[in-house]
């Protein structure tokens, strides 16, 4: 195969060169589990490792490779292969794992689309996804949306139309991936050179609607819970499937949370709130926080009901999580500032007692 059908482009080929220089080859992550990796070269897939001098170089684990992931590759005698470097990505989403601290975990990388998937059922909740634009919009890839398991709801219309109220740039889909009902719809994102990731939760009908795209059974699927519809966290690991007619898709476990990262660029976040910044921009003050300050546009629109008063909860929460997770981020380094200059200047001496 060519790797030009899986997305192989000029923008990786000139960050491979220097590498291409020393003998390593090229490839693509497709699966990984436990630090293993199954890597496609084009002719083979096959097993590599990450090389000793990546693990040591990378300032976090988001570093590390990934599903997704270009990678310079050592391919040694005895069939062993090495991962030397991780090329840089043209698109990335990342949440904040769990803990305390602001560790990202990254989910998906180097895709052009994002399908958000949900349902016409239990999963369908507009402020859910409002937090999958705000994260797909600072990823780089374009989102779309998804409604699946219209075969099960007898009011399509008004899910879509919901769905397009909170996201009017954004493409929004009504299918049924059991029937294959509006798979057609989907093709212009899936084909040569193009690569498309699946997120949203267990039971949505992520696998099913990849397995209704390649037309065979090819992934796990399995049951929701009959009290709730949730599903049952059937996909365990990621993984990135060769279409036939070129191209990718990268089916994803279910997630249960998705935190904010702090330091969202705010310009970014704002894609995924486009009519409270237009109408913003009447606000008397330009930085207006929305809150307490006079002549403020969006508290007015609120009151005269113009704009959802939920959407704009919605966003000051989501904005409001973000400003505390970056302080909370700066405390951290400023904490981890005074360690480092203790050390460097050695601590106080304790004072000997008498
Ligand atoms: N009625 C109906 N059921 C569907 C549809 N798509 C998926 N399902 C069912 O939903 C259940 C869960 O489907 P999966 O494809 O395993 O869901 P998933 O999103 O991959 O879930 P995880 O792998 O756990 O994240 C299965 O029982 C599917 O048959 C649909 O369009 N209509
Ligand atoms: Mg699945
Ligand atoms: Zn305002």
């Known amino acids: 195969m060519d790797l030009r059908e899986l997305g192989w482009n000029d923008f990786f080929a000139d960050s491979f060169a220097p590498y291409k220089a020393k003998g390593l080859t090229v490839a693509r992550v497709i699966r990984e589990h436990r630090k293993k990796f199954l890597i ?21 684990r988001a570093e590390h490779p990934t599903v997704g992931d270009w990678v310079a ?15 840089p990505r043209k698109s990335k989403f990342s949440r904040k794992g769990a803990g305390l601290n602001n560790n990202e975990q990254v989910i998906a990388v180097n895709v052009d689309t994002i399908f958000l998937v ?6 369908f909740n507009l402020r859910r996804l409002e937090r999958y634009l705000v994260l797909a919009w600072d990823s780089g890839a374009k989102p779309v ?8 709801c007898d009011d399509i219309h008004s899910y879509v139309s919901e769905a397009k109220f909170i996201a009017p740039d954004v493409p929004v889909h ?22 498309v990731a699946l997120l949203g939760s267990s039971g949505v009908g992520k696998s099913t609607l990849i397995n209704s795209i390649l037309g065979m059974e090819r992934l796990e699927v399995g ?22 007619e070129g191209g ?7 997630m249960r949370e998705l935190h904010m990262l702090a330091d969202l660029d705010d310009h970014r976040m704002m894609l995924a709130f486009e009519d409270i910044a237009d109408i913003a921009e009447n606000c008397k003050f330009r930085d207006c926080q929305h809150m307490h300050e006079p002549n403020c546009a969006v508290r007015d629109a609120v009151e005269n009901g113009t704009i959802n008063s939920d959407r704009v909860e919605g966003y000051l929460k989501l904005r409001h999580e ?21 050390a460097l200047h050695g601590r106080r001496p304790r004072r000997r007692k008498r």
């Open 40 to 60: 496609c070269t084009g002719d083979l897939d096959i097993q590599a490792e990450m090389a000793g001098r990546i693990v040591h170089k990378a300032a976090s």
């Open 248 to 254: 990718a898709v990268i089916d994803n476990p279910g």
């Open 118 to 123: 949900t349902d016409m059922a239990g999963d």
């Open 145 to 152: 949306i998804i409604l699946n398991k219209m075969d099960l």
């Open 322 to 342: 973000i400003q505390l997770l970056t302080l909370r981020q700066q405390q951290n380094l400023s904490k981890k500032e005074v360690q480092k200059r203790q």
């Open 73 to 87: 590759v050592r391919l040694l005698e005895k069939g062993q292969a090495f991962i030397e470097a991780v090329l």
């Open 174 to 195: 009504a299918i049924s991936a059991v029937e294959s009902q509006g798979i057609e719809g989907l093709h212009e994102y899936l084909g040569v050179g193009k690569t």
């Open 223 to 244: 049951q929701v819970r009959p009290e709730d519809g949730k599903g049952r966290h059937t996909t365990t690991h990621r993984e990135l499937i060769v279409l036939p």
